[in-house]
């Protein structure tokens, strides 16, 4: 076997330049390493971690590439970058989605945990971290996707029809049901929920086609997994690698959609328009609490309640 530069022996071990940039980031990330601060020399972290420059400047171009350092290529020793800005004004998710996924792919290890009605805003914004990829300047070793959905077998609060109904009177919310009364056949025939449903499961299955051909791609372990809600979300949540929370309302407005058939009048949202929030576990103790309970809400959502989903018709 022939050692590069960029696989060296390291106390009867091996140290790639992945593995010192990936060192360099958890360091910065944990705040030993601060904004603007100089990293110590070439020789001084060829030295630590006992290899070849060549390595310690693939290294740091990793990191440059991943927008964590600047100066690079100045003779001095780079410093430590601005982290790219989280949203400090509210933004429409299609607009602030994208640039937050692409600082969380920097990471090797990328999960993305979202609550949503759709997939609809977050597989076009996973497009930019995955040109990245194609493109080699961002490669993360494992990406880990958990998408929560509505199920297609509840009546959803959102979207529905607008049209009048019949004038019958109101059943008891705790009235028994006939025997001949199947809701999940009305939802079938129910134009409304059968967009919905058509949309929700053709945007997921392109979400997971894109993030799994990662593998025979570029060789990357990635996991996608969708679960069921047995109730509707009244706002969106992302999750990036437990760090980040961006969260959105869905504003309901009544709209008309024209089809072959004629026109669907219906109460729902455009949520690639709702307004993005973010809250950072690095800019204090109250985004820091919003993050962890959010994640911890998450992850009783996906252990408890919601259930096995296959996208499909």
Known sequence: MVVTQENVAVNGGRRTAQEIADTLRERIRSGDLRVGQRLPT?????????????????????????????GV??????RIAEPAPALDEPQPTMVGLAPRLVEAFTAPHVRVDAVCLTAQSLTPALGEPLRLIHEGKVRPERI????????????LAFPVSAAPREQT??????????QDDHPARHRDDDPVHRRWLAMRNAQGQVLQYN????????????????????????????????TEALYAY??????????DSGTLEMYDTLGSESL?????????RRDAAFVEQSQNWFDALWETIASDLTLSW
Do not use: C, W
């Open 73 to 78: 290529s100045k003779g001095s020793p780079p």
């Open 276 to 284: 993005l929030f973010s809250f950072d576990r690095r800019a204090g």
């Open 42 to 70: 070439q020789a001084e972290l060829a030295e630590e971690f006992g290899v070849e420059r060549g390595a310690v400047r693939q290294a740091l171009r990793v990191l440059h590439g991943a927008g964590l350092l600047s």
């Open 211 to 242: 993030l799994e051909a990662l593998r025979s791609t570029h060789g990357i372990e990635v996991n996608v997994t969708f679960r069921a809600l047995p109730f509707t979300p009244p706002a969106k949540l992302y999750l990036l690698n437990g």
């Open 144 to 155: 880990d996707a958990r998408i929560l959905l509505p199920s297609r077998d509840i009546d």
């Open 250 to 259: 869905y504003m309901v407005t009544r709209r008309e959609e024209p089809t």
């Open 169 to 178: 009177a109101p059943r008891e919310r705790d009235a028994p049901r006939k």
